[in-house]
């Protein structure tokens, strides 16, 4: 239907000005609680994605990382206690299934592993031994990394003096047993991230179990993969997927395509690149592009409100809510990268994250134009990972 000209954009609260929540409560909280987070804990002890969903190890990852950040002393238990039920279900080859049904048995959704499920149950267990001052999921850790590993797909090598390199992504998934030859930029930086946790807590040298691979060269062949795979200096961004447009090797005929300049995509490359630089690379190799990317994501995804898109309009019908988990690995990004540069952003993301909050610690997922705030439409409450990844960036 054509809109007449001057005719008034529909609102959905009067004024069209603040983040509408439609409760009693109207003004953003000034600290993300875990109460919410904490229902999505089952008695036993594993945690659901959303309330009635499944238990997926992707999202239980960063949401015992959250309750670690946000509370050690009082949670830490708590922790181990999920930590150690996912740990009966880690497979042989150190994978965990993409989704388990959060009940009976906890058998698998669909015969699917996933790298980044695997990194962040990783990341998370060298994230506790590393406050514990223990080694406490080192076995465990290195039979998950020892999965990432078979995911390894080299794409070049070279000779640095005598010794041979690699230049690696990660094959995403394995399906009935196919490897799919498509790699995320997202999934190869959350990698980075839980290899760096992990060589910090348990020392380097640190290898895989059972196949005794180097930790420290297999995290350095990841980021050379993402400078050369990855960056795209024309487009001042990192790529979403390597190669673009690949056939899928489990289902011929489907291809696989996704939208460029993913907000969380630039924020998590930015974050892991300079964590890289920081603990084992060069200080400030990754400044330049990291920036360039970050820049970029501000420059066409910054939402009214303060929030992130999920990736650049490019045509009238993209859709245009800004999501509060955007906003927050963007705000972690920008605070890593560079917090005086990025100092206004890092305040108004902060501020989005609190007002798209309820005071039991609910986040909505999205966030239209107009200030609705609202959750996600396939879930019957927020999201695990929103309110994780918010507590987090310090929400």
């Not at 592009?289 to 490019?314: C, E, P, Q, V």
């Not at 509060?324 to 605070?335: D, F, G, Q, S, V």
């Not at 890593?336 to 990025?342: Q, S």
């Amino acid at each position: 239907m054509v809109r007449e000209f001057k005719e008034h954009f529909p609102s959905r609260e009067k004024t069209d000005i603040s983040l509408a929540r439609f409760t009693s409560e109207k003004s953003g909280v000034t600290s993300i609680p875990l109460t919410y987070l904490k229902t999505l804990i089952l008695p036993v002890n594993l945690i659901i994605a959303s309330p009635g969903g499944m238990v997926v190890p992707y999202e239980a990852g960063y949401a015992l990382l959250a309750l670690m950040e946000k509370d050690w002393v009082n949670e830490k238990a708590t922790v181990a206690a999920i930590i150690d039920k996912f740990n009966t279900l880690q497979n042989a080859d150190g994978s965990w299934y993409q989704q388990y049904y959060p009940w009976g048995a906890f058998t698998r959704y669909e015969d699917r592993k996933v790298d980044s499920g695997a990194a962040l149950l990783a990341w998370s267990m060298a994230d506790y031994d590393a406050r514990n001052a223990t080694i406490t999921y080192k076995t465990a850790f290195r039979k998950a990394v020892d999965f990432l590993y078979s995911l390894r797909w080299e794409l070049a090598s070279y000779y640095e003096g005598p010794t041979l390199r690699y230049k690696c992504v990660l094959k995403n998934q394995v399906i009935n047993g196919v490897k799919e030859e498509v790699a995320f930029a997202a999934d190869v930086a959350e990698a980075i991230l839980a290899l760096i946790r992990g060589l910090q807590t348990y020392g380097d040298p640190l290898t895989t179990d059972p196949g005794g691979y180097d930790v420290k060269t297999f995290t350095r062949e990841l980021v050379e993969g993402l400078d050369t795979y990855m960056w795209v200096a024309a487009n001042d961004w990192y790529q979403t997927e390597y190669p673009l447009g690949a056939q899928s090797e489990s289902s011929p005929g489907v291809y696989i395509t996704f939208e460029q300049l993913i907000s969380y995509t630039q924020a998590l490359c930015a974050w892991a690149l300079k964590q890289w630089d920081n603990t084992y690379g060069t200080p400030g190799a990754h400044d330049a592009n990291s920036k360039k990317a970050l820049d970029r994501t501000i420059a066409n995804n910054m939402g009214r409100w303060g929030g992130f898109l999920y990736h650049g309009t490019w045509n009238y019908t993209d859709p245009e809510e800004e999501y509060p988990h955007y906003a927050a690995l963007m705000r972690i990004a920008m605070n890593k990268l560079d917090p005086t540069r990025y100092s206004k952003w890092i305040a108004r993301t902060l501020d989005f994250m609190r007002k798209a909050s309820l005071s039991d610690g609910q986040v909505a997922d999205r966030v239209l134009p107009d200030g609705l705030a609202y959750v996600n439409p396939e879930a019957r409450g927020p999201l695990a990972l929103t309110v994780a990844s918010c507590i987090l960036a310090g929400a």
